[in-house]
């Protein structure tokens, strides 16, 4: 594979986002105001053509490199990190972002972000994620539409644009589970503008799951993406405490 990159700013933020099978989108942002995640989603939904954008790639599948200029000595520094997942991919990482044979660093990590086994339980719905399509995709500002996306000053405005991942802990299947999942589907639909992603996992069948997520009872909501994690147990009927956990507002 020929690998062909566009020309570098001086200073700039990269973002990287691979799939499971080793596939890469990127994009280069030399405001560093923008929130690329999403919009790396969005196509390589439309690249892959899945059914919607994999969120919950985000964030044990990135990288990010950030280029400055430090203002007491005028001098470029460069921070570049990745998480475990592909922390492998060091040599391509460094192709594409033009800095030569540096080491990544190894981003924070905590499993219950990405924790493998849940990851892989998306297999079923998203096959393409797990093929190797020999992909580098770069992903311009033009492509990304971002001038169509109201802008917001604010950090908690920024992070929404992030859109959502959810976790929903049920106990079987049974008349009440489904009243549940309606219920909050409904709340989510007509509360929500930005996308998101709703992981539904039976504990019968997925104890390990439960167990890392400290999950007591159920039903259990969890809001894995933005940060910080935030859950709440049963209730679904109280619309404001779910609204609270998505920081939602009316």
């Given at each position: 594979?020929?690998?062909?990159?566009?020309?570098?700013?001086?200073?700039?933020?990269?973002?990287?986002?691979?799939?499971?099978?080793?596939?890469?989108?990127?994009?280069?942002?030399?405001?560093k105001?923008?929130?690329?995640?999403?919009?790396?989603?969005?196509?390589?939904?439309?690249?892959?053509?899945?059914?919607?954008p994999?969120?919950?790639?985000?964030?044990?599948?990135t990288?990010?490199?950030?280029?400055?200029?430090?203002?007491?000595?005028?001098?470029?520094?460069?921070?570049?990190?990745?998480?475990?997942?592909?922390?492998?991919?060091?040599?391509l990482?460094?192709?594409?972002?033009?800095?030569?044979?540096?080491?990544?660093?190894?981003?924070?990590?905590?499993?219950?972000?990405?924790?493998?086994?849940?990851?892989?339980?998306?297999?079923?719905?998203?096959?393409?994620?797990?093929?190797n399509?020999?992909?580098?995709?770069?992903?311009?500002?033009?492509?990304?539409?971002?001038d169509?996306?109201?802008?917001?000053?604010?950090?908690?405005?920024?992070?929404?644009?992030e859109?959502?991942?959810?976790?929903?802990?049920?106990?079987?299947?049974?008349?009440?589970?489904?009243?549940?999942?309606k219920?909050?589907?409904?709340?989510?639909?007509?509360?929500?503008?930005?996308?998101?992603?709703?992981?539904?996992?039976?504990?019968?069948?997925?104890?390990?799951?439960?167990?890392?997520?400290?999950?007591?009872?159920?039903?259990?909501?969890?809001?894995?993406?933005?940060?910080?994690?935030?859950?709440?147990?049963?209730?679904?009927?109280?619309?404001?405490?779910?609204?609270?956990?998505?920081?939602?507002?009316?």
């Amino acid at each position: 594979m020929k690998l062909t990159t566009p020309k570098l700013p001086q200073l700039f933020k990269g973002i990287a986002l691979f799939t499971p099978g080793g596939d890469l989108i990127y994009c280069i942002d030399p405001t560093k105001k923008n929130r690329w995640h999403l919009h790396l989603c969005i196509e390589l939904q439309e690249i892959l053509g899945l059914s919607e954008p994999p969120h919950f790639l985000i964030p044990g599948y990135t990288a990010t490199i950030d280029k400055w200029l430090d203002p007491h000595s005028q001098q470029v520094q460069l921070f570049a990190e990745a998480y475990p997942p592909v922390l492998r991919y060091q040599a391509l990482l460094n192709a594409i972002f033009h800095t030569g044979e540096i080491i990544w660093q190894l981003a924070p990590w905590s499993e219950e972000f990405c924790n493998p086994m849940v990851i892989a339980t998306y297999y079923e719905q998203f096959p393409q994620l797990w093929e190797n399509h020999d992909l580098v995709v770069y992903l311009d500002e033009q492509k990304s539409n971002l001038d169509s996306i109201p802008k917001e000053t604010s950090t908690d405005s920024q992070s929404k644009m992030e859109g959502y991942v959810l976790r929903l802990f049920i106990s079987g299947k049974s008349v009440t589970v489904e009243e549940t999942l309606k219920s909050l589907h409904q709340i989510l639909e007509q509360s929500l503008s930005l996308p998101y992603t709703l992981k539904v996992i039976d504990v019968f069948q997925h104890p390990e799951q439960a167990e890392i997520d400290l999950i007591t009872a159920t039903p259990t909501l969890i809001r894995v993406w933005p940060l910080p994690i935030r859950k709440i147990v049963g209730e679904f009927d109280d619309v404001e405490k779910i609204l609270k956990l998505l920081e939602v507002t009316n």
